[in-house]
């Protein structure tokens, strides 16, 4: 490939939204956030055309300005998806990119009164302000969603939790059977605590904020499982509640309870009938995640099985960083899907 951009066959629109469920949020973080909306060739062509569209969700600590990057030898995804569109690989689609980022790292896009009611941002604000300026077809069955980590994880629940919203997911390694991605990183998060923070949360904020993020080592597991308690068992008055001992990592069982809740795996049976309403499932996980999010993956699929649900399962040789060349095949994916 080329290492520089080259001139897009359709376009870009850098917008923002201000929202009213992120007002005041408890983090203090901005109510007004970016949108970006990739709009395919041909949109201007036919005034009366409407198409399907595609929400784009990100992994933790993403920013929506990141969706640019690129890595060595490889275009962006923005690149990416011109692509597949321009060369008509794919039947026409918009493409929302949403931000739900926090200053914790993210929102695992659900609501919590620890960082703010992002779930309600993404399937009541953010859909609403698309069909608003574009011709989308505004109808659930015309919608999907597609992340990766926790942006999977956000793929995975938002359509069970909002099927009126959705009918078509795509879960890149995305969050899911708990007691495999996240169980083994508590121990790590207390010894870290002990050795560096006096065991104390507080003190490891006041240092991470103080210096360039992850210029620790054990920055990111600290951060990752303060985050993902703020989102899955945070008390109605925005108290964090981890689910382990700070002292010895001995879990907490009412508190980890709260979390296998949230789980995809445990989340199947019990929206069993929003499940079978979609028109298309996606999911996939490297054979080498740091996280074991492919055996997280597979479990999901048993589970689909389970309940009688087709879905398209893709388990591939990598790890769980720089899969990024997955998107476009489940983009194309969704998008024929939605286009029927």
């Not at 949109?43 to 969700?57: A, K, N, S």
Request: proline share 6%; charged share 25%; aromatic share 12%.
């Amino acid at each position: 490939m080329q290492p520089w951009s080259r001139e897009f066959t359709g376009r870009v629109d850098e917008l923002e939204i201000e929202s009213e469920v992120l007002r005041g949020n408890a983090l203090g973080d901005p109510h007004v956030r970016p949108l970006w909306v990739y709009v395919p060739p041909g949109y201007d062509d036919d005034p009366q055309r409407r198409f399907p569209c595609v929400y784009v969700i990100q992994g933790l600590t993403g920013q929506l300005d990141m969706w640019r990057n690129r890595e060595a030898f490889r275009p962006s995804y923005l690149e990416n998806i011109d692509e597949l569109f321009g060369s008509g690989e794919a039947p026409p689609a918009l493409v929302a990119f949403v931000d739900c980022w926090t200053s914790l790292g993210g929102s695992q896009f659900l609501n919590s009164p620890a960082t703010g009611r992002y779930q309600d941002f993404l399937c009541d604000e953010v859909v609403a302000f698309v069909d608003g300026r574009y011709r989308t077809i505004p109808d659930r069955d015309h919608r999907g969603i597609q992340g990766k980590s926790s942006g999977g994880y956000g793929a995975l629940v938002t359509p069970m939790l909002r099927a009126d919203v959705f009918s078509a997911l795509a879960s890149h390694a995305g969050d899911a059977l708990f007691e495999a991605c996240y169980l083994p990183e508590f121990a790590k998060s207390v010894r870290a605590l002990r050795e560096k923070y006096g065991g104390s949360y507080d003190r490891f904020w006041e240092d991470f904020r103080a210096r360039p993020a992850f210029s620790k080592e054990e920055d990111d597991v600290l951060l990752n499982d303060w985050c993902m308690a703020a989102c899955y068992s945070a008390d109605d008055d925005g108290t964090v509640r981890l689910p382990f001992e700070v002292a010895t990592g001995r879990l907490i069982d009412e508190v980890w309870r709260r979390w296998l809740d949230k789980d995809p795996v445990r989340m199947v049976p019990r929206f069993a009938d929003q499940l079978r309403s979609m028109r298309a499932i996606w999911l996939d996980g490297g054979t080498r995640d740091e996280w074991f999010l492919d055996n997280g993956a597979v479990a999901v699929s048993k589970e689909l099985e389970a309940i009688g649900v087709e879905h398209t399962l893709e388990l591939f040789d990598a790890g769980h960083m720089a899969i990024g060349y997955r998107y476009p095949r489940s983009l194309a994916f969704l998008a024929t899907a939605l286009a029927k």
